[in-house]
């Protein structure tokens, strides 16, 4: 997905999108590639597997996307 439509699918201004998007790339959580795709890198889906235990065991069963597989 590229910036633009991650900003629209998340809800947030393209601006607001953009200052978290390159904190998550400093963190090495998502990277762009050369057509400008948002692109999950293995420590963020590790970091969002963790995030989704952690919502299921201490919030409860929520709708959200599964872990990954």
Known sequence: ???TALAV????SYDRMIKYLDWMIEKGFVSLDSDGQVNLTP????AYDGIVRWILEHVGNLKLSRLRQ
Not at 9 to 12: H, I, S, Y
Not at 43 to 46: I, P, R, S, V
């Open 43 to 46: 420590d963020g889906a590790e």
């Open 9 to 12: 699918a998340t809800g947030l």
């Open 1 to 3: 997905m590229n910036r």
